[in-house]
């Protein structure tokens, strides 16, 4: 018989996170992780879930890619007319999570969304293979569509006219930028005794840092 869901669990043991040992600005903290994530060789590592609300605060969440970090924030892209892109239009705050299985660790960022600026989505578009820039005008993400078939024909028609051409980023695909106010890391430990470091922007812009109960 199978294992009841109910009886899947973990017992995490890999390592404990102690304040005099995390840095004090978080984005050096998700710097580290990040990079131990890549050099452990998870699968896409850079996977994140990307969670968005309505106004009226119904919310919604699905995967990304996470393309770039900095002291400015977490750039993910996207089709800025999809059912996210016209949530952050409406109300411009994200949750991001990662989730290293391998690791034991979870990242969760809250912060104020914005578009960056065009030039940083062009740059990004022409690094993009020629079948993903294709893909940006294929799909008008989050519609409905008759048929895959439509998608295809699409497609092909696209690949005919910039069969010798450069593709352009279609002005309405570009890149989003979280810009965190609160980033907090998560080791699992054992029994469930987790250990839990908060960061926090304060009112006058420096990180505070907190220990969370598990
Ligand atoms: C691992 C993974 C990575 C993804 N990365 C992206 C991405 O970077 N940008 C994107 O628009 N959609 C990405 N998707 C697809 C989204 O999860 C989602 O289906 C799509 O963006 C439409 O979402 P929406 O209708 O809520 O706007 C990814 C899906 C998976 C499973």
């Keep these: 018989m199978d294992r009841s869901v109910a009886d899947l669990r973990q017992n995490y043991t890999k390592a404990g996170l102690v304040r005099a040992e995390i840095a004090a600005d978080p984005l050096a903290q998700f710097e580290t992780w990040f990079n131990q994530a890549v050099e452990a060789q998870l699968p896409e590592p850079n996977a994140m879930t990307l969670a968005t609300a309505t106004p009226e605060g119904q919310p919604s ?18 089709n800025y007319n999809s059912h996210k892109g016209h949530q952050l239009e409406a109300n411009p705050q994200a949750a991001l999570v990662f989730w290293w299985e391998a690791l034991e660790r979870q990242v969760r960022i809250e912060g104020k969304v914005t578009p960056i600026d065009p030039t940083e989505s062009d740059a990004y578009f022409a690094s993009r293979p020629h079948g993903s820039q294709l893909g940006a005008w294929a799909s008008p993400q989050s519609q409905e569509v008759d048929s895959r078939a439509v998608l295809e024909q699409n497609l092909q028609e696209l690949e005919d006219k910039y069969r010798d051409r450069e593709v352009p980023r279609p002005p309405h695909w570009g890149g989003f930028r979280v810009i965190p106010d609160r980033i907090e890391f998560w080791q699992g430990r054992p029994n469930r005794l987790h250990d839990r470091f908060n960061y926090c922007r304060d009112n006058a812009g420096n990180w505070q ?6």
């Design 209 to 214: 840092i907190e220990r969370l109960a598990p």
């Design 61 to 78: 969440a699905r995967m990304v890619l996470l393309k770039g970090f900095d002291a400015r924030g977490f750039v993910f892209y996207t």
